[in-house]
C-alpha cells in the first residue's frame, strides 16, 4: 500500500490544518489508520488513530479536543482536522495502516503495516 499524506503547511497558532492521508490503488476499508508526529530532535510519537469501520477513535492527550480524525467509508482516505494549533504542534506528520479484521485501533508504530513518506506541519507563536 502506498500512503500519500498531504496538507501541511504553516499556520499561526490558533489555526488550523487539515491533514491527508491517500491510499493509492485501493479502498482503506481493510485498514486501521493512524497518525503519528516527530518533532526535531524527539522521537516520532502517536498522536491520533481510527478503526476500519470508522466508530473507534483514539487520541494522543496532547491533542484530545484539538484534533479529529475521520475517514471516508468505502474509499482510499482519512483525515486528521487541526484546530487550535500550538506552536507544540509542529513537527512531520505522518499517516501509517495497518491491515485488521478488529475493531480497534493502534497507538503504537510496530502495530503499523505502512507509512506514508509525512507532511510537514509547522505552527508560529
Known amino acids: 500500500v502506498q500512503l500519500q499524506a498531504s496538507g501541511g503547511g504553516l499556520a499561526q497558532a490558533g489555526g488550523s490544518l487539515r491533514l491527508s492521508c491517500a491510499a493509492s490503488g485501493r479502498t482503506l476499508n481493510n485498514y486501521s489508520v493512524g497518525w503519528f508526529r516527530q518533532a526535531p530532535g524527539k522521537e516520532r510519537e502517536f498522536v491520533s488513530a481510527i478503526s476500519r469501520s470508522g466508530s473507534n477513535t483514539g487520541y494522543a492527550d496532547s491533542v484530545k479536543g484539538r484534533f479529529t480524525i475521520s475517514r471516508d467509508r468505502g474509499e482510499s482516505t482519512a483525515q486528521l482536522q487541526m484546530n487550535s494549533l500550538k506552536p507544540e504542534d509542529t513537527a512531520v506528520y505522518y499517516c501509517?495502516?495497518?491491515?485488521?479484521?478488529?475493531?480497534?485501533?493502534?497507538?503504537?508504530?510496530?502495530?503499523?503495516?505502512?507509512w506514508g513518506q509525512g507532511t510537514q506541519v509547522t505552527v508560529s507563536s
Open positions: 501509517a495502516v495497518k491491515s485488521t479484521t478488529s475493531f480497534g485501533y493502534y497507538t503504537t508504530e510496530p502495530g503499523y503495516d505502512y
